[in-house]
């Protein structure tokens, strides 16, 4: 990821008819045993992660993921150049509060990074997921071209390369939502 500036009036493309698209470019952990980030390849959700540092395995609350996706949500849809965002609401002016109107023009990405210790009832939990996200559209991964995708009422996304015919299907983990 270069982190260059799109330049005036250029910005990534983010949406396709109703739907946002937001490419989260790094999401890592500080593991508790060495101290290091660590990279997660995936959007974990078994509540357990692997230090790709020294190999041990960890608690990791799946819920750090609400922050972050809704992070991610919001940079696709309030990136510019529309001090609105993608979906305005009327009657709720935030072009001057928003603080992802800027990624397009003057920056690429935004990070959120999660650095909280909790302790309850439930025990001791330290949530310290980071991610980097950008508006994006998922391209073919050998044409580089915008990919069709559809998303049915339950979850289940396919994706269709208009260039090269490659498809893929891929279905939402069971505590996730389409909205």
């Not at 500080?30 to 357990?48: D, F, M, V, Y």
């Not at 529309?82 to 009327?90: D, I, S, Y």
């Not at 397009?104 to 980097?132: A, P, V």
């Not at 995708?149 to 939402?172: E, F, H, K, Q, W």
Request: contains cysteine; charged residues 15%.
């Amino acid at each position: 990821m270069c982190n260059t500036p799109f330049g005036q009036g250029a910005v990534a493309v983010g949406r396709l008819g109703p739907l946002l698209f937001a490419c989260i470019h790094v999401a890592d952990f500080t593991r508790k045993a060495c101290g290091i980030r660590s990279p997660l390849g995936s959007i974990e959700l078994a509540g357990q992660v692997e230090c790709w540092g020294c190999g041990l395995a960890q608690a990791f609350d799946a819920v750090q993921w609400t922050d972050a996706l809704g992070h991610a949500h919001d940079v696709a849809d309030l990136a510019g150049p529309a001090p609105e965002g993608q979906n305005p609401v009327p009657g709720r002016p935030i072009g001057g509060k928003s603080q992802h109107a800027k990624i397009g023009s003057e920056y690429t990405s935004s990070t959120k990074s999660q650095n909280t210790f909790i302790m309850d009832g439930s025990g001791q939990r330290t949530y310290s997921l980071r991610t980097t996200a950008s508006p994006g559209h998922p391209l073919c991964r050998a044409c580089r071209v915008p990919l069709e995708v559809a998303v049915d009422p339950s979850g289940v996304t396919r994706t269709r390369c208009p260039r090269c015919n490659d498809a893929a299907t891929y279905a939402l983990p069971a505590n996730s939502a389409v909205s």
